[in-house]
């Protein structure tokens, strides 16, 4: 039986209501997609290798034979720890000597001192990205030309002094308040994933209503529901989503031997 006039005007209602629903929603949602792909910031991180190697235990070399020494000739008391640091540009936008406000210092806490430091590997030497020491304090420099995203380099720290001391980063870079220092990136499938899930969603919904219009409201609310849950499990599980990389241009050979072993190469998934 074919529908009424004001059922079918009715229904025409609905599925334009619906359609312009659906594509104010996609225009919204592919807006901020290409948004958060197309921005240029700029992203200095200083990330310090969560694990330490201990050169020399105090407590454990106290009644050892031996007596190490630094470069001026002083014995050294404390324990000594080794250190791994990367300094380098998570951001689209590149990090130029001019936008540097601020001499990059890299400084110990707890009155920790530096021994030793080595450069292990620069990302592109076209960089002029080098480390220096900073013979005023005890404190390192760290001097560029030019930062393009994942430049940046390695370094090693062997200091005297609490083996937990923070190493921080300190100075200024033009329309950065402050460091990164954490890997963290969400990659933007998800966000696409987003996308095709409320287009399957909403597809679906317009098929089940015109086969069965007085159940549209729950219908409504069912496939209304399955998108939501997707955006809200990535605002408040947002680590399920991050992974934590190297640039690999920055991981060590050690590192690259076997990925699936990485520290960093731990994704968000298995936190």
């Known amino acids: 039986m074919p529908p009424k006039p004001n059922e079918a005007a009715a229904q025409r ?5 619906i359609s312009s629903i659906i594509s104010i929603v996609i225009t919204i949602v ?5 948004l958060y792909v197309g921005i ?9 290798d969560p694990t330490r190697t201990t050169i020399l235990d105090k407590e454990n070399a106290a009644n050892a034979p031996l007596m190490l020494l630094k470069s001026n000739g002083d014995t050294i008391t404390s324990d000594v720890t080794s250190i791994y640091f990367y300094f380098f540009n998570q951001g689209e936008e590149t990090i130029k000597q001019e936008n540097i406000y601020a001499p990059l210092k890299i400084k110990l806490s707890d009155q920790a001192e530096i021994l030793d430091f080595k450069i292990l590997k620069v990302a592109r030497s076209v960089s002029g990205i080098e480390v220096t020491r900073d013979s005023l304090g005890n404190s390192l420099n760290i001097n560029l030309k030019a930062l393009e ?16 001391a923070l190493i921080n980063l300190e100075g200024g870079i033009d329309g950065v308040k402050q460091f990164e220092t954490h890997l963290l990136s969400i990659d933007p499938l998800y966000f696409l994933g987003a996308i095709v899930i409320f287009l399957i969603a909403a597809y679906v919904f317009l098929i089940l209503s015109r086969r069965n219009p007085k159940n549209s409201p729950k219908l409504l609310f069912i496939f209304s529901a399955i998108p939501m849950l997707y955006l809200l499990l990535m605002l408040y599980k947002t680590e399920w989503f991050i992974t934590r990389d190297l640039p690999e241009t920055l991981q060590l050979e050690k590192y690259q031997d076997d990925k699936d072993a990485s520290l960093f190469s731990i994704t968000g998934w298995f936190n």
Do not use: A, C, M, S
């Open 13 to 17: 209602w609905k599925d334009i209501v």
């Open 30 to 34: 592919f807006g901020y997609y290409f």
């Open 40 to 48: 240029r910031e700029r992203k200095p991180t200083f990330y310090v």
């Open 149 to 164: 995203k994942d430049d940046g380099l390695v370094g090693q720290i062997i200091f005297e002094g609490n083996k937990n």
